[in-house]
């Protein structure tokens, strides 16, 4: 195997060192080279040798400073600075009693503000464990289980249905689909697949790119590693976040100006005092002490704690209805707030398919048994499992589906339907539709059921059927935000043998009608954008989805009612031309955003 390894560096990023720059998107033959990899994947040797230069496959945290260190940070607030003063002069003027209490106060202060902060930063942290533990890769010419740490670009890995994503890969073989909602904001899955490349498409949209730590909900690929760690679109999301310097809230600037203010009052009484006192006949010793007394008394020995614990109860009021504050700070400024930018999906939706409409090729979107038909043949051409606990797992738009079919009165068990299956053809992205034989209790025994993208399925229906009238209803299920799948069938001839071809049992279909999936708001969001409204303050949507979908789900929740402007983010927004857009007074959704733009 050839030692040479070449660090990716993706356009637009900035390589470092001697190692050269390659495009994933490349030809395949070229980015074989490029890795210095084939087939049989990396040798045990070589991926040891890679590891050494491109370390473990993590992603690496801001290096937090020392206890000590952030300890003296929070002892040497402005305000903090004016009381240890205040406890030097105390003790100077033999007033040990009191300087031990400023003392007190000063530490105490500081330790609570020091722990209440490292408990939140600590919450946070937890939220961005995406990586698996393990992976199945390619090394010396068969699969083998390995820690996803140990990844190495140039490694072949296997992706399977219900896996996450261990870096970010190239496809070669097979299609997968991916959930990528957190990084695109997409709540339905994209289809990946081994083809070739879409030029001047951003990198989450190639058709043949998986990326670290999104999931794999249906297909099955074998992928080539082209990036680990650091160098992966979750490492640079993780280096973007960190790249954002603290700046003083509102209410750490007027307390800096309150504790320089109180500091020059209280020098400048005590100065003139000490004047008046010499001036009068006091002797120069009284005189001292008593402007000393003066500056201590003038110093609001409370005001640091008072401020310190009033923004921890506002801390702890905004936990108990589920926000997060990383900064006692933060506290105050949300009392400032006049604009909200908002994710769509998990934050305005559920980010959970559910079935919403149905058409029927016999009946249209006439209630009624056909419709019940309909969403429980489709339940059952799905592969989710139920786990121990009574969860649905695998892809989102099949569980809503099963989930479907329960609400509609016609139930489908996994354990069951697995049980009366002859046959499946897994999905696949390049055909766009995934098959089933499946034994019923009907007089013809057992059916093909497919189950795909409408355009895909209606061009395997027999003559005759209604395919312009799927098509036209079709789109104006997806005009609408939402998920449109076709579901049609075969019979199976009694005695017959279940087809082994998939081209041949996909074909001559009958077609069964449409379902639409959408992902609902959640039911709370509608009232709190109404509140933030009535308080003034705007709400912008900043989301990687599309903008039809995202315009839907805004306006199903108030955002933008009477006027919702909508962007592209994907395209280049000069400074004026942002200014001008958030200037026009409207609500806005800013879509296809990437994690720069959100940041």
């Keep these: 195997m050839n030692s040479h390894v070449t660090r990716y560096t993706a356009p637009g990023r900035s390589g470092t060192g001697p190692h050269s720059a390659f495009d994933p998107r490349e030809p395949l033959p070229r980015l074989r080279h490029e890795l210095a990899t084939g087939p049989e994947g990396l040798s045990a040797r070589e991926a040891a040798r890679r590891f050494a230069v491109h370390g473990p ?14 300890l003296t940070g929070q002892l040497v607030h402005p305000l903090a600075l004016l009381l240890w003063a205040a406890a030097a002069l105390a003790f100077v003027a033999d007033l040990a009693v009191l300087g031990w209490a400023i003392l007190a ?15 939140a930063e600590r919450a946070v942290e937890t939220l961005a464990r995406y990586l698996p533990e393990r992976a199945l890769a390619v090394r010396d010419g068969r699969p083998v289980t390995v820690e996803a740490r140990d990844l190495v670009p140039g490694d072949v890995i296997v992706l399977e249905e219900g896996d996450k994503v261990p870096a970010d890969a190239r496809v070669i073989e097979g299609g997968v689909e991916v959930d990528l909602s957190m990084l695109t904001g997409e709540s339905v899955p994209a289809e990946r697949m081994a083809t070739e490349a879409v030029l001047g498409a951003p990198l989450s949209e190639e058709p043949n790119l998986v990326f670290s730590g999104t999931t794999c909900v249906e297909g099955q690929a074998t992928a080539i590693v082209f990036a680990t760690g650091a160098g992966t679109e979750l490492g640079r999301i993780a280096a973007l976040s960190q790249r954002t310097r603290r700046e003083s809230s509102p209410l750490e600037q007027q307390v800096k100006k309150v ?79 006049s604009v909200i930018c908002t994710d769509k999906t998990g934050t305005l939706t559920r980010n959970r398919m559910t079935l919403r409409a149905f058409w029927t090729a016999a009946h249209g979107e006439e209630g009624g048994p056909w419709e019940r038909e309909l969403v429980r043949t489709a339940a059952l051409c799905t592969t989710v499992t139920r786990e121990a606990d009574g969860e649905l797992h695998g892809d989102p738009t099949e569980a809503a589906l099963l989930l479907g079919a329960m609400d509609h009165h016609t139930p489908v068990e996994p354990d069951t339907r697995d049980a009366r299956r002859r046959a499946h053809f897994r999905f696949d992205p390049r055909l766009r539709l995934m098959s089933v034989v499946q034994t019923e209790d009907t007089p013809h025994g057992a059916r093909i059921i497919v189950k795909g993208a409408p355009e895909a399925v209606v061009d395997r229906l027999h003559p005759g059927s209604p395919t312009e009238e799927a098509r036209a209803v079709a789109r104006r299920f997806a005009e609408q935000g939402m998920r449109v ?16 071809d998939r081209r041949d049992a996909e074909s001559g279909l009958t077609l069964l009608g449409l379902v639409a999936l959408y992902d609902p708001p959640r039911p709370e969001v509608k009232a709190a954008v109404g509140r933030c409204h009535e308080a003034g303050i705007k709400v912008h949507v900043v989301t990687g989805d599309n903008g039809a979908t995202a315009a839907a789900v805004a306006r199903e929740v108030g955002i933008g009612v009477p006027e919702l402007k909508v962007v592209d983010a994907s395209e280049s927004l000069g400074d004026d031309e942002l200014d001008r857009v958030l200037n026009d007074g409207c609500e806005v959704v800013f879509a296809r955003s990437s994690p720069e733009t959100k940041l």
């Design 57 to 70: 496959n993590e992603v690496r945290g801001r290096q937090h400073s020392s206890f000590v260190r952030e």
């Design 105 to 119: 106060v000063v530490t105490v202060n500081a330790t609570f503000a020091l722990l209440q902060e490292r408990q």
């Design 259 to 337: 504790a320089w203010l109180i500091a020059g009052v209280a020098t400048g009484m005590g100065a003139a005092f000490l004047a008046v006192g010499v001036a009068v006949g006091l002797p120069v010793t009284d005189s001292l002490m008593f402007a000393i007394g003066l500056l201590v008394a003038n110093v609001p020995e409370g005001l640091l704690p008072i401020i310190t614990l009033s923004l921890a109860v506002g801390v702890r009021a905004l936990a108990r209805r589920g926000a997060l504050v990383k900064r006692l700070s933060a506290v105050e400024t949300l009392g400032s707030t």
């Design 485 to 500: 799948l076709a579901v049609a069938v075969r019979e199976i001839t009694p005695g017959a043998e279940a087809p082994t």
